[in-house]
């Protein structure tokens, strides 16, 4: 895709610093930077040369780029300016590439240009602007492993194999009148179990990226004076909320940043769990229960000989994992542990990630080492080895989805259903990855991923 208009941005960051990055692409980007240098740029050669305004005074000094097209970042011809990073010297230097027939960019644009001249998927340039939010080193790690394509090329592996069984199935629609029965081979059932698996390895990797990237989001629960306060605490390392004897202190949402060894998490305290005729108090359970409902982990506190149990848990999502925290063994002097929680313990519905019981003391520390490495085991956080590749909600859904047409697809097959049936459910299923990729994408979803960029990038 060709564009015939000429963007130009500063691209580094607002503020002074000893370089700053005007960048232009377009077909005029070339022209634009004989007329700031005053010479035609040979390309890819880094040229030390004069910036000058229209009147031929001199603006700055420093280099100048040119990256011919398709060899660029965009894919179009490219020009950076880079000189002396204050902020007056960049607004007249993109002010004179204005003057030369460039326009602002949006944000995101030269990352938008890429993509529609098919030099990056969209996977990857979200994986740009991961990289670029990164809040530690692993999910830096994660959104680089993205960029080059790490995440694409799994998709990709998934793409082909809906293919190869579509290529059965639409084989059998072709051939309908000749007596081989191209779906009765119990082979095709057989790849559809192992494509199956695939979907939920990948959904797993990915699931496990976007918690790295946006943190995983974990909602103390629990009974009045259990030392749910003393726990946020705790795992903060600061005394954020209150604690004092009397029951009932917290009576609204409070909310914490952490990092465990640089896995985001975000802590959320809550209101303790009761019936009560004090209106504040109610409303701050109503906020409680509804945290739980948004909530991608929770911990039930309770304390030595309180049973938790007598807590409603049946309106929480199916898929919500619930630890159960036993916490003031100091009191009992039981020892800290941690143990797995089996299907009746969990309670909270059908979810099948790991839950477990844990034994500390929020006010000695005893135990709070076991429940860190708890939630990064659970996040799919091991240090140097996390996150494969980064990911996002939207990549999670699509996976999601094609996996639910690939089941349909299986059942058809499985029942004897009319193969178009099933072709109509393999060629969904494709769809919904073609999303990921960007092969099939809404100019809307376009317009919001790349609006969330910074300008210059």
């Known amino acids: 895709m060709t564009h015939a208009d000429t963007i130009a941005a500063v691209a580094t960051a607002p503020g002074r610093g000893g ?78 590439c204005l003057a030369l027939g460039a326009r602002p960019a949006r944000p995101g644009e030269f990352t938008e240009r890429a993509f529609l001249n098919g030099k990056l998927d969209l996977a990857q340039a979200e994986a740009v602007a991961d990289l670029i939010e990164s809040g530690s080193a692993a999910a830096a790690r994660a959104a680089t ?24 199935v639409e084989a059998a629609l072709d051939f309908s009148e000749e007596e081989i029965d191209f779906l009765a081979d119990g082979e095709l059932l057989r790849r559809c179990d192992q494509l199956l698996d695939d979907f939920g390895a990948l959904f797993v990797e990915a699931r496990r990226g976007e918690l790295l990237r946006d943190g995983m989001t974990v909602v103390i629960a629990g009974q009045p004076n259990v030392g749910k306060s003393s726990l946020l605490n705790r795992l903060a390392g600061r005394d954020s909320a209150i604690v004092t004897a009397q029951a009932g202190t917290t009576r609204d949402l409070l909310r914490e940043h952490i990092h465990l ?19 504040v108090e109610r409303e701050g359970v109503r906020r409680a229960r509804q945290a739980l409902q948004n909530a991608d982990r929770v911990l039930l506190v309770s304390t030595p000989g309180d049973s938790a149990a007598s807590l409603d848990l049946s309106a929480l999502p199916a898929e919500l994992v619930v630890d159960r925290v036993i916490n003031k063994i100091d009191l009992c002097g039981d020892e800290p542990g941690i143990t797995p929680l089996d299907a009746v313990e969990r309670g909270a519905g059908d979810a099948t990630e790991p839950a477990a019981r844990i034994l500390l003391s929020a006010k000695s520390g005893a135990g709070i080492g076991l429940l860190r490495e708890h939630l990064k085991r659970c996040a799919g956080f091991e240090g140097e080895a996390a996150g494969s590749f980064s990911a996002r909600r939207r990549h999670l859904d699509a996976l999601q989805q094609g996996r639910e047409r690939l089941v349909e697809a299986r059942d058809g097959l499985a029942a004897g259903l009319a193969p178009d049936l099933t072709a109509e459910e393999l060629r969904l299923a494709q769809r919904a990855l073609g999303h990921i990729t960007g092969e099939i994408t809404a100019d809307d979803l376009l317009g919001s991923i790349f609006s969330s960029f910074c300008i210059g990038k």
């Open 261 to 279: 060894d640089g896995m985001p998490l975000h802590l959320i305290d809550t209101a303790g769990l009761r019936e009560s005729d004090d209106p």
């Open 145 to 168: 492993r993205s960029l080059e394509g790490e995440f694409s090329r799994r998709v990709q592996a998934l793409v082909a194999g809906l293919i190869e069984l579509r290529s059965y």
């Open 19 to 96: 370089v700053g990055v005007v960048r232009i692409s377009g077909p005029l980007a070339a022209d634009i930077a004989a007329g700031v240098c005053g010479r035609k740029l040979p390309p890819r050669e880094a040229c030390f040369s004069p910036f000058r305004d229209a009147g031929g005074a001199l603006i700055d000094r420093g280099i100048a780029l040119h990256f011919a097209a398709p060899a660029s970042y965009t894919g179009e011809d490219v020009v950076e300016l880079q000189g002396h990073g204050g902020p007056v010297v960049l607004d007249l230097l993109l002010a004179r």
